[in-house]
């Protein structure tokens, strides 16, 4: 679903990162234009492979043929999220799609 994000839900998506001195960047990145955002379902690990096929969370990490690898550049401007294992999904899906 394509949607943006206001800045409410970024700030509790990023609630982690909140006392990091880039969490206003990641808030202003999310926040100034749409998002694509989607529930990826499979089996247990699903999670895993979706991280893998994403890669490292700072582009310069990210393996070449990972989605961060090959089309990031900026750590502040994340060009792609997934949970980070199932409890993160549960909260994150919560948040973005509170019906299901």
Same mark, same amino acid.
């Given at each position: 679903?394509? %949607? #943006?994000?206001?800045? =409410? *839900?970024?700030?509790?998506?990023?609630?982690?990162?909140?006392?990091?001195?880039?969490? @206003?960047? &990641?808030?202003?990145?999310?926040?100034?234009?749409?998002?694509?955002?989607?529930?990826?379902?499979?089996?247990?690990?699903?999670?895993?492979?979706? %991280? #893998?096929?994403?890669? =490292? *969370?700072?582009?310069?990490?990210?393996?070449?043929?990972?989605?961060?690898?090959?089309? @990031?550049? &900026?750590?502040?401007?994340?060009?792609?999220?997934?949970?980070?294992?199932?409890?993160?999904?549960?909260?994150?899906?919560?948040?973005?799609?509170?019906?299901?």
């Amino acid at each position: 679903e394509m %949607r #943006t994000i206001d800045r =409410a *839900t970024a700030e509790t998506h990023y609630g982690e990162h909140a006392d990091k001195p880039f969490f @206003g960047e &990641l808030v202003e990145f999310i926040t100034r234009g749409p998002a694509l955002v989607a529930v990826i379902e499979g089996p247990e690990d699903t999670w895993q492979v979706a %991280r #893998t096929m994403i890669g =490292a *969370t700072n582009p310069r990490d990210a393996a070449p043929g990972t989605i961060r690898g090959d089309l @990031g550049i &900026l750590f502040t401007e994340n060009l792609i999220h997934g949970s980070d294992g199932p409890e993160s999904a549960q909260r994150e899906i919560a948040l973005f799609f509170p019906g299901l």
